[in-house]
């Protein structure tokens, strides 16, 4: 609300204006009420009280930068008034400034401890940082997808087990790819397409005939379309010469197997959360995540990649032929 004080002395014309302004700051007329004021700053351009009620309607219009300068001369002009600083906190949470807002709040309260009104704002503004420092948090879990860094110890358990060193990282960073494109597709649209990818063998691929990914959206609507699906991924994976699988599905498709209904040594263990299953396949080893998801400051948000035991949670059978390591 404008000020209704005299600040400092000031003529007749000039309370009248200020009185005009009052008016129709009161009935939300602010660009009439901004005007009549700096008709009066510039009769009296040394009271604070006029910058202050000019800085709470450019605040009402939005006019950000011009509130900002009027408090900033408010204080300037009384630094002992609380009011200057209130103004100033009220334009920097309009700003989303929170920390700063906090900042002139807390000096409003020490010129004047008894204030109901700037306490209110400081518990205000504590929480509205907390919750804009949250957002920020999530906004950048879900921009900074590093699977790497989560499936590092993965890449001890495979040196040694695939074959050669070049082989074990390009795996690895085939998986890494798949699982981070999910994620970015589970942020954007809440959603996976039910698919596996093949890691294809350059040199005896049949590229032409035999792509990089095959959609399954069919594969987990019976034990028929189930078993009709595996049938087809093992004689697809060799056919193809293919060295890794890496299925993706979401969990909310499945109407068979629900890995997650199991009992005893089969209970599942990690909550009622949405999300998403990766089942990495090759002739030696074979991995299950769970990739849950939440929903978190109206943000869809992907949690760490849980580690699930294959045999007892696998989505769909081994596709590769076994190859047990040489011993």
Not at 306 to 311: G, H, K, P, R, Y
Request: charged content about 25%; hydrophobic content about 35%; aromatic content about 10%.
């Amino acid at each position: 609300m404008a000020e209704t004080g005299s600040g400092s002395a000031a003529n007749g014309t000039q309370k009248s204006l200020k009185d005009q302004g009052n008016e129709f700051f009161k009935v939300g007329n602010f660009l009439k009420a901004a005007a009549l004021y700096t008709q009066a700053i510039k009769l009296d351009p040394s009271n604070p009280t006029l910058y202050s009620n000019r800085a709470a309607a450019f605040l009402q219009l939005v006019k950000l930068s011009k509130a900002l300068a009027d408090a900033e001369t408010t204080i300037k002009l009384n630094p002992q008034w609380e009011k200057g600083y209130f103004r100033k906190g009220c334009v920097l949470e309009a700003m989303e400034r929170y920390d700063d807002a906090l900042a002139s709040f807390q000096e409003a309260l020490q010129y004047n401890p008894q204030s109901a009104e700037v306490s209110r704002k400081i518990k205000r503004i504590t929480l509205l940082a907390k919750d804009k420092k949250r957002a920020q948090e999530v906004e950048s879990m879900r921009s900074n997808i590093d699977m790497a860094k989560h499936l590092h110890p993965l890449k001890a358990e495979m040196s040694g087990k695939l074959g050669s060193e070049e082989l074990e990282n390009e795996m690895f960073l085939f998986l890494v790819e798949t699982m981070e494109t999910a994620v970015k597709s589970w942020h954007e649209t809440s959603k996976v397409d039910p698919r596996v990818f093949f890691l294809l063998d350059k040199e005896k691929t049949q590229t032409d005939k035999y792509a990089p990914m095959v959609n399954i959206d069919k594969a987990f609507e019976s034990p028929h379309t189930h078993s009709n699906c595996f049938s087809f991924l093992r004689q697809y994976a060799e056919e193809s010469f293919s060295k890794a699988a890496c299925l993706v599905v979401a969990k909310n498709i499945i109407a068979y197997p629900q890995v997650w209904k199991g009992q005893g040594s089969r209970k599942w263990k990690h909550g009622q959360h949405d999300g998403f299953f990766v089942q990495f396949e090759t002739p030696s080893l074979r991995k299950l995540w769970f990739i849950p998801s939440t929903t978190e400051r109206g943000q869809t948000l992907c949690g760490e990649p849980e580690s699930l035991d294959v045999a007892t949670h696998e989505v769909i059978p081994r596709i590769f032929k076994e190859k047990l390591p040489a011993s």
